[in-house]
């Protein structure tokens, strides 16, 4: 399709595990975004891309937190070593434009459902 | 801190009736504003979006306004429709976009 594809929809990890999320973004988009979004909350920033560029990762709560986008396009967020406080759903967006602010309309994938038990 | 909020987390409105959605933000350095839709299980959709220099804009069936004397905006839906149930988000953006909590919309038929 030509959205933002995001999988697995629903992972389910022993608290412990790595787990790690994919997303492939809109075809061309340059900026690529994940936030992460508890149960009844808003979404909240967790690291921005443009291209292949980390430009920033202050969101992130932990240092076990790691998202990487080699090539500019596909990004994996990686999450290790996992606890029950990190059950939320993992949302990616990306846009056409460079540059956070002011970015315009972000398209967003359905998410990742973490479930950590 | 900086913080983008809403004042009512439930909003339930007859059929057909219009809804308001309103929303408060802290940084008065914020210069772009968002409202986004989303549906149960799904992402964020982008609805409508608003630059600090207007303090209107409309699109189809809904309206945005922008008061940033008391740093306020408002999503108004018209003739809202059964298809409209979902939690609205405003985003303030201005270093990164930031959302609020949302508001739920229920529809009552």
């Known amino acids: 399709g030509a959205g933002v594809s995001q999988s697995p929809r629903y992972k389910v990890a022993k608290r412990g595990q790595d787990v790690a999320l994919r997303c492939d973004p809109i075809?061309?988009?340059?900026?690529l975004f994940w936030y992460q979004q508890a149960l009844g909350q808003g979404p909240e920033f967790l690291t921005y891309?443009?291209?292949?560029?980390?430009?920033?990762k202050s969101g992130l709560p932990s240092d076990r937190f790691f998202a990487e986008r080699p090539e500019g396009s596909v990004s994996t967020l990686k999450i290790q070593r996992t606890q029950q406080e990190d059950s939320a759903v993992y949302l990616c967006?990306?846009?056409?434009?460079?540059?956070?602010?002011?970015?315009?309309?972000?398209?967003f994938g359905e998410g990742s459902r973490l479930t950590v038990l | 801190g900086e913080s983008v909020g809403l004042h009512l987390p439930t909003l339930s409105v007859q059929e057909g009736d219009n809804s308001i959605i309103n929303c408060a933000y802290s940084n008065s350095a914020s210069d772009y504003f968002i409202w986004y839709k989303q549906e149960s299980g799904k992402g964020p959709q982008f609805i409508i979006d608003?630059?600090?220099?207007?303090d209107k804009r409309q699109g189809q069936r809904v309206t945005v306004l922008l008061n940033k004397t008391v740093k306020h905006l408002s999503l108004q839906i018209a003739a809202t429709q059964p298809g409209d149930s979902a939690v609205y988000f405003c985003?303030?953006?201005?270093?990164?976009?930031?959302f609020g909590t949302g508001t739920r919309l229920t529809i009552i038929p």
């Open positions: 891309f443009q291209n292949e560029a980390q430009l920033d």
């Open positions: 967006a990306s846009s056409p434009h460079g540059g956070q602010a002011n970015t315009g309309e972000l398209f």
């Open positions: 075809s061309g988009h340059v900026s």
């Open positions: 608003i630059r600090s220099n207007m």
């Open positions: 985003a303030e953006n201005s270093v990164k976009l930031t």
